[in-house]
């Protein structure tokens, strides 16, 4: 039978028949038998879980409602589906546990956009070699900002000691009371052991400073490659592809990352970074309002206290320097 033309009701002919679909509600599922899951590794959308008391090792994927970037490794998940483990099997990430502590960077200082490497990490572990590669100062103070920026325990491993001298950096560091481990190739990593059994420990670092021949030593099955160091451009060339747990046989968990060549801080703020520093945070109170804490603020509270001796100056000095390197990427 043909349909007539009205004039009357010219578009209505023609439209688009509506489909009839159930009305959305606001309620959300409970997900109250999933299971609970820590993310050990990532790679093109799946991702490697730790399931159960077992700790059964499981491959999930996101589901779709978490967003693009809301699972990294680290995190603390609830899970459903297939758990078992089983070879070819999938299971669904749900849900997102609130994080312990973040260490973010950006690409940049002036990027705005985070991009966060690790999750419920309680250590930071800034891997640099004394020689071959040289060390990068600036670099090391720039990690121990997003460090102490995490809430993390900052711990800097100086490798390659057979071949360089580690007594300037340790100085450096040292009216910082951060904790220094100083190894050589082949030499004795149990300093080393002892500092990260019981911890989840992320190692941090640019390319070539060893990172991967620790790993090797401390979990003899991770098997890693490693690098050799380019004779003309003296850096190291990347090993590490990708961000992954490893489980210590003496205690303890490692995160082992790429190597990095820049490590933004446009995430950082001042006040932040100053209350990782009990001693001068007090002592800022007494600063100005808009005070920046830098040694050409005028009046700036902390030189008050040097001069009246409740301050160290090396410890206000070294503050400083982080301060400072906040101010244009190290990539270099």
């Not at 959300?28 to 790679?43: E, I, K, L, Q, T």
Request: with cysteine; proline share 6%.
């Amino acid at each position: 039978m043909t349909q007539r033309y009205d004039a009357d009701r010219p578009h209505e002919q023609f439209d688009r028949p509506r489909r009839h679909t159930r009305p959305r509600t606001k309620e959300r599922p409970s997900y109250a038998d999933a299971d609970d899951g820590w993310v050990v590794g990532m790679d093109r959308g799946r991702y490697t879980l730790l399931v159960g008391d077992d700790e059964r090792v499981v491959t999930a994927m996101k589901s779709r409602p978490l967003g693009r970037k809301a699972v990294v490794v680290g995190d603390r998940v609830r899970v459903v589906g297939d758990t078992s483990g089983t070879p070819d099997t999938l299971a669904r990430i749900v849900e997102v546990e609130d994080r312990k502590t973040v260490l973010r960077r950006t690409a940049d200082d002036n990027d705005p956009i985070e991009r966060v490497i690790v999750a419920n990490a309680d250590q930071m572990v800034v891997v640099a070699a004394l020689a071959d590669p040289p060390p990068r100062p600036r670099l090391i103070d720039r990690c121990l900002v997003a460090a102490f920026d995490a809430g993390m325990t900052p711990l800097v491993c100086l490798t390659k000691a057979d071949i360089g001298d580690p007594a300037p950096l340790v100085a450096a560091l040292a009216p910082l009371e951060v904790d220094v481990v100083v190894t050589e190739r082949g030499g004795d990593l149990q300093m080393l052991r002892e500092r990260l059994r019981g911890r989840t420990s992320v190692l941090v670092g640019h390319s070539g400073v060893g990172k991967s021949t620790l790993v090797n030593a401390l979990v003899p099955e991770a098997e890693l490659a490693t690098g050799v160091i380019n004779e003309v451009s003296r850096r190291g060339r990347h090993t590490s592809t990708s961000t992954r747990v490893l489980a210590l046989p003496f205690g303890g968990w490692i995160v082992d990352t790429p190597g990095i060549r820049s490590f933004g801080l446009a995430h950082v703020s001042i006040e932040r970074l100053l209350a990782a520093f009990p001693d001068l945070a007090e002592a800022a109170r007494d600063c100005s309002r808009g005070c920046q804490h830098t040694a050409s603020d005028p009046e700036c509270a902390l030189d008050e206290a040097v001069a009246a001796g409740t301050l160290d100056p090396a410890r206000v000095d070294s503050f400083r320097r982080l301060l400072a390197s906040r101010e244009g990427a190290d990539l270099v």
